[in-house]
Protein backbone atom coordinates (compact mmCIF):
# COMPACT_ATOMS: atom_id res chain seq x y z
CA UNK A 1 0.00 0.00 0.00
CA UNK A 2 2.49 2.47 1.15
CA UNK A 3 4.69 1.99 -2.29
CA UNK A 4 1.44 2.69 -4.27
CA UNK A 5 1.37 5.82 -2.43
CA UNK A 6 4.91 6.82 -2.75
CA UNK A 7 4.60 6.40 -6.28
CA UNK A 8 1.66 8.81 -6.43
CA UNK A 9 3.24 10.84 -4.20
CA UNK A 10 6.79 11.13 -6.47
CA UNK A 11 5.22 11.97 -9.78
CA UNK A 12 4.10 15.79 -8.76
CA UNK A 13 7.35 16.61 -7.12
CA UNK A 14 9.71 14.23 -9.81
CA UNK A 15 7.92 16.82 -12.44
CA UNK A 16 7.86 20.57 -10.52
CA UNK A 17 12.19 19.19 -9.72
CA UNK A 18 13.09 17.64 -13.22
CA UNK A 19 10.89 19.55 -15.57
CA UNK A 20 10.35 23.19 -13.60
CA UNK A 21 14.02 23.23 -12.34
CA UNK A 22 12.59 23.95 -9.15
CA UNK A 23 15.54 22.54 -6.74
CA UNK A 24 14.41 24.93 -3.83
CA UNK A 25 12.30 27.31 -2.44
CA UNK A 26 12.94 30.78 -2.92
CA UNK A 27 11.07 32.32 0.01
CA UNK A 28 11.86 31.53 3.41
CA UNK A 29 9.13 31.31 6.16
CA UNK A 30 6.53 29.10 6.61
CA UNK A 31 3.72 31.40 4.52
CA UNK A 32 6.16 32.12 2.25
CA UNK A 33 7.21 28.34 1.61
CA UNK A 34 3.06 27.50 1.41
CA UNK A 35 2.54 30.19 -1.21
CA UNK A 36 5.24 28.75 -3.26
CA UNK A 37 4.34 25.20 -3.25
CA UNK A 38 0.54 25.90 -3.34
CA UNK A 39 1.56 27.90 -6.97
CA UNK A 40 4.14 24.69 -7.98
CA UNK A 41 1.28 22.87 -6.88
CA UNK A 42 -1.31 24.65 -9.36
CA UNK A 43 0.83 24.72 -12.18
CA UNK A 44 1.54 20.66 -11.59
CA UNK A 45 -2.24 20.14 -11.87
CA UNK A 46 -2.67 22.37 -14.80
CA UNK A 47 -0.41 20.77 -16.84
CA UNK A 48 -2.24 17.50 -16.39
CA UNK A 49 -5.56 18.89 -16.64
CA UNK A 50 -4.10 20.03 -20.49
CA UNK A 51 -2.56 16.56 -20.81
CA UNK A 52 -5.15 14.72 -19.75
CA UNK A 53 -8.34 16.94 -21.31
CA UNK A 54 -6.50 19.17 -23.89
CA UNK A 55 -6.69 22.70 -23.91
CA UNK A 56 -10.00 23.33 -25.80
CA UNK A 57 -12.13 20.98 -23.37
CA UNK A 58 -10.47 22.03 -20.29
CA UNK A 59 -11.16 25.83 -21.82
CA UNK A 60 -14.74 24.99 -22.49
CA UNK A 61 -14.92 23.35 -19.00
CA UNK A 62 -13.41 26.28 -17.44
CA UNK A 63 -16.27 28.43 -19.21
CA UNK A 64 -19.11 26.67 -18.44
CA UNK A 65 -17.83 27.24 -14.78
CA UNK A 66 -16.62 30.72 -14.76
CA UNK A 67 -20.12 32.44 -13.94
CA UNK A 68 -20.20 30.33 -10.61
CA UNK A 69 -17.70 31.71 -9.35
CA UNK A 70 -16.39 35.29 -8.59
CA UNK A 71 -13.99 37.12 -11.24
CA UNK A 72 -12.87 39.67 -8.34
CA UNK A 73 -11.63 40.21 -5.06
CA UNK A 74 -13.84 42.53 -4.16
CA UNK A 75 -15.74 41.22 -1.29
CA UNK A 76 -13.74 38.62 -0.16
CA UNK A 77 -11.66 38.36 2.82
Known amino acids: MYRKRK ?3 ELPFGHIKRNL ?3 AFLLRG ?3 VKAEASILGTCF ?3 RMITLL ?3 TLVSLLKEIGGKYP ?3 E ?3
Open 7 to 9: AKV
Open 30 to 32: LPG
Open 54 to 56: GVT
Open 45 to 47: NLV
Open 75 to 77: GIG
Open 71 to 73: TSL
Open 21 to 23: GVN
